[in-house]
Nanobody, 120 residues
Framework: QVQLVESGGGSVQAGGSLRLSCAAS????????MGWYHQAPGKQRELVAT???????DYADSVKGRFTISRDNAKNTMYLQMNTLRPEDTAVYYC??????????????WGQGTQVTVSS
């Protein structure tokens, strides 16, 4: 089975920075798109940023200019550098990956989430 494990969450003051990591492990041939999502209390899970296997990125408007998504394909790891954090960034952050388990079996996987708390 494929597992995604997030790390790097924590508590920071407004204006601070965090770097989240998502490490993929298990049996698979290739990871296509990956993305970060977050979910605040009482709200729907929403997309934060995505990155293709070749490094093409996209961001939610709320994080453009502050967050940077990246990946290291050799390590099967994705990152989210979060700068100038705001209290409204407080949420559980989830890793998502579109994985080719075999050449003909493709599906999405989710990590367990990591808490990010930004205080004012």
């Amino acid at each position: 089975q494929v597992q995604l494990v997030e790390s790097g969450g924590g508590s920071v003051q407004a204006g601070g920075s965090l770097r989240l990591s998502c490490a993929a492990s298990g049996n698979f041939f290739h990871i296509n798109n990956m993305g970060w999502y977050h979910q605040a209390p009482g709200k729907q899970r929403e997309l934060v940023a995505t990155i293709t296997s070749s490094g093409i990125t996209d961001y939610a408007d709320s994080v453009k200019g502050r967050f940077t998504i990246s990946r290291d394909n050799a390590k099967n790891t994705m990152y989210l550098q979060m700068n100038t954090l705001r209290p409204e960034d407080t949420a559980v952050y989830y890793c998502n990956a579109d994985v080719l388990r075999t050449t003909s079996y493709r599906r999405d996987y989710w990590g367990q989430g990591t808490q990010v708390t930004v205080s004012s």
